[in-house]
């Protein structure tokens, strides 16, 4: 069965950099792409980017201007993210959500999520 | 980036209830339309792709449907385990971009 494992819960000072990662198994991971994406306390879902296991290719979202980094490691089936030089306004959980391009495209399976809190 | 704007925002309904979701985006995005359900504190779960597929697993008192840039979401008949918010997602471009969610909760 398909089952995307994130990493536990972070806290960061401002300015600080955080890294999560996701692992991912019951599937070959280098069939789909990876997406990142964010929910802040009472806000509707964000999407940060995604990476293409396969290759490595990513794209992310302007709205980060450079401060995000997908990577991968094949070996272990993981995807990482890495946002740095993070504010109070980064507060949120965060989830890796594999997306299926077939009739139609969607994300049919997430992580459990990973809270990230920003705090002086 | 492609706007998505769900209504209403909220709504309270009773077991047996028919409920429905309208998700509009700002421009053209053919069938790259889906919907997922989420509870507190769990990551959403798909319950519709293409605009109107179900996923497998989901039961059939959810239907989706599509008119242009309007997608509507149905739940048949509500059931006890159906109280969550549920929101819209348009695949069609990146950024993806989400609806602002619909809480359904009991009245």
């Known amino acids: 069965q398909v089952q995307l494992v994130q990493s536990g819960t972070e806290v960061k000072k401002p300015g600080a950099s955080v890294k999560v990662s996701c692992k991912s198994s019951?599937?070959?991971?280098?069939?789909?792409?990876m997406h990142w994406l964010r929910q802040a306390p009472g806000q509707r879902l964000e999407w940060m980017g995604w990476?293409?296991?396969?290759?490595?290719?990513?794209k992310d979202s302007q709205k980060f201007q450079d401060r995000v980094t997908m990577t991968r490691d094949t070996s272990a089936s993981t995807a990482y993210m890495e946002l740095s030089s993070l504010r109070s306004e980064d507060t949120a959980v965060y989830y890796c959500?594999?997306?299926?391009?077939?009739?139609?495209?969607?994300?049919?399976?997430w992580g459990q999520g990973t809270l990230v809190t920003v705090s002086s | 980036d492609i706007q998505m704007t769900q209504s209403p925002s909220s709504l309270s309904a009773s077991v047996g209830d028919r409920v429905t979701i309208t998700c509009r985006a700002s421009?053209?995005?053919?069938?790259?339309l889906n919907w997922y359900q989420q509870k507190p504190g769990t990551a959403p779960v798909l319950l519709i792709y293409?605009?109107?597929t179900l996923q497998s697993g989901v039961p059939s008192r959810f239907s989706g449907s599509a008119s242009g840039t309007e997608f509507t979401l149905t739940i048949s008949s509500l059931q006890p385990e159906d109280f969550a918010t549920y929101s819209c997602?348009?695949?069609?471009?990146?950024?993806?971009?989400f609806g602002q969610g619909t809480k359904v909760d009991i009245k």
């Open positions: 959500a594999r997306e299926v391009d077939r009739v139609g495209r969607y994300f049919d399976f």
């Open positions: 019951g599937y070959t991971f280098t069939t789909y792409t």
């Open positions: 990476i293409n296991p396969g290759n490595g290719n990513t």
């Open positions: 421009q053209n995005i053919g069938s790259y």
């Open positions: 293409a605009a109107s």
């Open positions: 997602q348009q695949s069609y471009s990146t950024p993806r971009t």
